[in-house]
């Protein structure tokens, strides 16, 4: 019944900014940990950004160092993805997810996550 439910994808320019939001509703303790993937049509999923929810603990895919911020708003349930300086390589599916039980690891990998969101596509234009 965990639900994840992602926002704010679209379409930008190069060189632009947005913001994706990810709610996170159905149970009734915080996650270990949630995390943004994304995914473009021919390749892998790729691992952009995680969030450890107690203390706030952060790491980030190297091409997306010093561009995006990852962060969470616990009154809310929800964590966000500031993507700044965009560029048409990052054009993708992002998908948000969490997970529980995974002890100290803020995992970079798609199969240690428990529940995923339907995902928002993000074009960025040349």
């Known amino acids: 019944q965990v639900q994840l439910v992602e926002s704010g994808g679209g379409l930008v320019q190069a060189g632009g900014s947005l913001r994706l939001s990810c709610a996170a509703s159905?149970?009734?303790?915080?996650?270990?940990?949630m995390g943004w993937f994304r995914q473009a049509p021919g390749k892998e999923r790729e691992f952009v950004a995680a969030?450890?929810?107690?203390?706030?603990?952060?790491r980030y895919q190297d091409s997306v160092k010093g561009r995006f911020t990852i962060s969470r708003d616990n009154s809310k349930n929800t964590v966000y993805l500031q993507m700044n300086s965009l560029k048409p390589e990052d054009t993708a599916v992002y998908y948000c997810?969490?997970?529980?039980?995974?002890?100290?690891?803020?995992?970079?990998?798609?199969?240690?996550?428990?529940?995923w969101g339907q995902g928002t596509q993000v074009t960025v234009a040349s």
């Open positions: 997810a969490a997970y529980w039980n995974r002890g100290t690891i803020v995992s970079a990998r798609p199969g240690d996550y428990d529940t």
């Open positions: 159905g149970r009734t303790f915080s996650p270990y940990a």
């Open positions: 969030i450890r929810w107690s203390g706030g603990y952060t």
